[in-house]
């Protein structure tokens, strides 16, 4: 199986490939859309703000790339973000291949932002992606910013308010969380994905 890390420039670019790596694939990592667009498989990283990233897809000419490709994408972190219409962390137009709008987490008394750590997960619907993730597992989250709980979310999660954690709409899927530090849950929901747990 072919497997594109999309070069986004992301820190987690490492671990998320050694993530894979465990599981016996050995992922190329690629700016080059030939190369994307020839995978089976395409996870679109992100450690960083929505506008670098973006910024960078923009500059290696991967926006339309992205954009039109059918097979299964799973975007992580920043990448499941950049997955909807619009970020409001810097004003940021997105990739627009999931509706809704990612929005700053709310502060409240006991809820610091980032949010950083363990947090559960909450069910929404079945779906072969999260096949084999208990009730009440639990992932490994850093972000301060987060995507709306719509009719893509499967996972769910709680931190100053309901957010989504992970979403899939036919072949586009992204997790919030990052798998590849959420040992078993993570490493399950990778698992599905190359499976594929979507179409």
Known sequence: ??????????????????????????????????VIRAADRVILPGVSTAATVMRRLHELGLVDT???????LLGVCVGMQLLFEHSEEDDTPC?????????????????RIPHMGW????????????????VGAQAYFVHSYAAPVGADCVLACEHGGRFAAVVQRGHVAGAQFHPERSGATGARLLRNFLGSGIA
Do not use: C, F, T, W
């Open 66 to 72: 992205l954009r039109s490709l059918r097979q299964p």
């Open 119 to 134: 947090n559960r997960l909450e069910p929404m619907r079945a779906g072969a992606l999260v096949d084999g993730i208990a």
């Open 1 to 34: 199986m072919r497997v594109a890390l999309v070069d986004s420039g992301g820190a987690n670019l490492g671990s998320v490939r050694y993530a894979l790596r465990r599981l016996g694939v050995e992922a190329e990592v690629s700016a080059d859309a030939d």
């Open 95 to 111: 990739l627009g291949l999931l509706p809704g709008r990612v929005a700053k987490l709310r502060s409240a008394h006991g809820i």
